[in-house]
């Protein structure tokens, strides 16, 4: 009788016990569990795949924006960090499997895997993450490849800057991602390789934060994308003009002069119906983690200044409903969110700061909520923060990049 006693008690201890360690377990997120979702086989064997492709080769540039997702889970200590850095590994290993020759990352422009300068910027950093992870220096073989292609093929000797691809139509402000590719490569080979690049690439960019950007909103020809009111145009054109970017890949018809409307900030779309605003979210927050990370290097109130007066532009210009407007790139917006947040906030005053982790929280609960009521809604695209991710309108077939532009905000609001 009381061996079963005994028994049952110690049976009673063993389920409690098992309760407990079930209900300990670490949650997943909403956000989380969405950008999980566009991946195949196990955590540690499979990789990201984008549903709206019947194909995933020569598509790294989106896969990055997935890795993005989950390289903040686990860099931010998030419940599912562990599973994030596994499937980051895995993704490598599927990568390295399916192109084995860094040399493949040697190429780009027409007719390449990495066609425009967006393409090489979001392939390289990936494979920086996957060196940071797995200490496998292909992959910094495999970025410095990548980088060195765009710099040897767009690179403007005559005004500086490098070209968007090889119509050489515009540069836009995807060269901060690139730029940032530059920097962290460096610190991860332990060489200053690139400094000299960066920091004069950035100097183009903002002419070292000099009120460049008013003969620019003027109508004045002028070769930056600082503007006077603190933000940063999408591109400027071969004049020197700040343009709409309305053709990604043809110089003829020519893109239009945007200085005349140097407020034309409007909701994303992806293709075909981007190219509408003047800006977007991504370049001016990356421009300003360029900054930050030169600033760490060699600091300059210079970068501080222009950090705060482009998280001023932001949250007067690229704000709705509380939260971050995604303008101009739906499938880009979000990827510089972790960046920003870890770099470019620690400059910010107080003020700033306070508008910024506000309009941080707003866009994550918004996005798992499913309410972006102002979400485009075409067919063929997911626009604002994908409201085809969650919610009644939740598309299991939605497009990989702005699905995990999307899921980026919930990550970083924690939900």
Not at 98 to 124: I, K, R, Y
Not at 256 to 280: H, K, M, R
Not at 290 to 305: D, E, G, Q, T
């Amino acid at each position: 009788m009381i061996r079963r006693i005994v028994a049952a008690l110690v049976a009673a201890s063993l389920a409690v016990a098992c309760a407990t360690a079930r209900s300990s377990s670490p949650s997943v997120g909403k956000g989380y569990q969405r950008v999980t979702q566009d991946w195949t086989g196990s955590s540690t064997s499979g990789h990201f795949v984008d549903p709206s492709l019947s194909s995933q080769s020569a598509n790294l540039w989106n896969h990055y924006q997935g890795i993005a997702v989950l390289y903040a889970e686990w860099k931010t200590n998030q419940p599912q960090a562990s599973d994030a850095l596994s499937r980051i590994k895995a993704e490598a290993a599927w990568v390295k499997a399916t192109w084995p020759n860094a040399s493949t990352w040697s190429s780009c422009g027409t007719g390449a895997m990495l066609p425009a300068l967006d393409d090489v910027a979001w392939t390289a950093h990936a494979f920086l993450v996957f060196n940071e992870v797995t200490g496998d220096k292909f992959w910094l073989t495999a970025a410095k490849n990548a980088i060195d292609c765009s710099g040897n093929r767009w690179y403007d000797p005559n005004w500086g800057g490098l070209w968007y691809n090889d119509a050489k139509v515009s540069k836009r402000s995807y060269t901060a991602e690139l730029v940032f590719d530059m920097l962290r490569y460096d610190e991860l080979a332990h060489v200053s390789d690139y400094l000299g690049d960066a920091q004069y690439t950035y100097q183009w960019a903002t002419t070292n934060v000099a009120p460049c950007g008013s003969g620019v909103i003027a109508g004045v020809s002028s070769n930056c994308l600082y503007r006077s009111d603190g933000g940063f145009w999408d591109g400027v054109g071969a004049n020197g003009n700040a343009v709409l970017p309305t053709t990604q890949t043809s110089p003829t018809p020519p893109p239009a002069d945007a200085t005349g409307t140097p407020y034309q900030i409007q909701l994303a779309a992806t293709l075909p119906s981007w190219g509408w605003s003047v800006t977007f979210l991504e370049g001016n927050m990356m421009w300003s983690v360029v900054a930050a990370k030169l600033n760490a290097i060699s600091p300059n109130p210079a970068f501080a200044a222009q950090i705060n007066a482009t998280a001023a532009f932001m949250a007067a210009h690229e704000s709705y409903q509380g939260g971050f407007l995604d303008d101009q790139d739906a499938n880009t917006d979000a990827a510089a969110a972790y960046f920003y947040r870890t770099f470019a906030e620690p400059l910010l005053t107080s003020a700033n700061k306070t508008k910024i982790d506000a309009m941080y929280a707003a866009t994550a609960s918004g996005v798992v909520a499913g309410n972006w009521s102002w979400d485009w809604q075409l067919p063929a695209s997911c626009g604002v923060w994908c409201n085809q991710g969650f919610g009644s309108s939740a598309d299991p077939k939605a497009p990989l990049a702005p699905i995990a532009n999307s899921t980026m905000w919930a990550v970083m609001g924690g939900l």
